[in-house]
C-alpha cells in the first residue's frame, strides 16, 4: 500500500500532543513504577549496554498476561511517544498493551550501519558494525527481556534515519526474529544506497515473508528521496506472499519529524483491532477464525471473536444482500455463544429477511427460552414472536 499524505499540519499537531502526552505519561511511569533502567555487559560488543524498559499498565495488576515486545533504537526518549500512541489505540481496542524496549546508542553510526560507508557524502569510513549489534539483540538483549519480565513470541523493531536501515537490515539478515520491521525515514543514501539495493535484492529471492514492514519519507529530496522512492515502489510491487507493506510521505515534514508523524500510522496498521473490518471476511466463516487467530498471536492471547463483532458482522451482510452469508455467520456465533439470547435473535432476524417465517419464529422461541424474562430486551423479543406467528397465519 502505497501512500502520499500532504500533512505537514498533522504531523506537527500530533508531535505536540505526543510530546504532551509523553511527558504525562513520564509522570505517569513514575508513579505506577512501570520504567525500569538495566544494563548488560555485552559480550558481542565488548562494552556496557544500557536500556529501558516500559512496562504497561496492567503488568502489575494482571500477572498471568503476557505481552508483545517493541524493541525501539534511538533509547528512551521515543518511549513515551509509543506509549501514548499504544495508549489511544488500546482505548477503541485497536491494539494490545506492549512492552516496550528503549536500546541506549554508544555509536549509532557504527552500530546501525551494515556497510562502512564510502561515498562522500558524510561519515566517509564510517559504518559497519550492524551484524555484530544485531547479534547482541538476538543472543543477548532479547534473551534477558524474556526471561525477566512476561513476554510472548510477537516482536516489533523501529528505528528512524539510521536506526531505520538497521530495521531494514534485520528483516534481511534475521527475517523470523522479528514479526513487524518499521523504519522511519531510512537513510538509505548511505554507501550509494547499499542497503536499498540488499533490500531490493532480498525482497527479489523472498517467495514468502510473514511479516509486516512500514517504512516512510518527509520531505527529504535529491539522492536520498530518490533511493527511497526506488526502494519503496520495488517494495510495493514485488512484495512476498505474507508480507504486509506499509509506506507513507509526508510533505512538509522534516526528516526528525517523520517518526512522529508515523508512529500512529504504523502501529494501527499493524495490530489488528477486536472489531474485524468487514474487507477481512472472504465469504466463509474460516476468515473469522483466520482472523482472530492472527489477532491472537500478536496480543498474546486466545481471543473468542466476539458476540457483538461477529453479529455486527452478520447484520452487515443483510444491508449488502447477502442473506445466505449472513445466516451462515449468525449460525457460526451461535456455535461460539450458544447462551447469548442476542446471538439466536440475529439468527431469526436473518431467516426473517430471507422470507423464511417458521425458522425465523423458532428462532425468536429459542431466544425467549435463552433470554429469560429479566433479559433487557424480553418484551421486544416477545412482540416479535407475535408478530412472526401473526405473519405465519397469513400464509
Known sequence: MLNNKKTYLFAALFAACAFICSTSYAKQQQTAKLSYQHHL???????????????????????????????????????GLISSVLERLQNVKAAPEAIIVGIENTDRIRDYYPTVNTEPMGFEGQGGGAAKFLNFIEKELIPYVDDNYRTHDYKIIAGASAAGVFSLYAMQARPGLFQAHIAYSPAIWW?????????????????????YLYINIGEEAGIMRERYDDMAQFITKNKPEGLKVVTDSFDGVAHGLTSSAGAFFAYKQLFLPTQMPMREFSGNTASIDDYYNRLSKQWGEQITPPNDVVRSLGYNLVDRKQVDQAISVFKYNINLHPKSAEAYYALSYGYEMQGDMASALAQIKTTLQVAGKSHQYYNFFVETEARLQAQLDKL
Open 41 to 79: 555487559n555485552a559480550k558481542e560488543l565488548g562494552e556496557k549496554r544500557e536500556f529501558t524498559v516500559v512496562l504497561p499498565k496492567s503488568y502489575h495488576t494482571n500477572p498471568s498476561k503476557v505481552y508483545p515486545v517493541i524493541y525501539r533504537l534511538d533509547g528512551v526518549e521515543n518511549t
Open 191 to 211: 554507501n550509494f544506497g547499499a542497503t536499498a539495493k540488499s533490500t531490493k535484492a532480498f525482497i527479489s529471492k523472498s517467495k514468502q515473508l510473514d511479516s
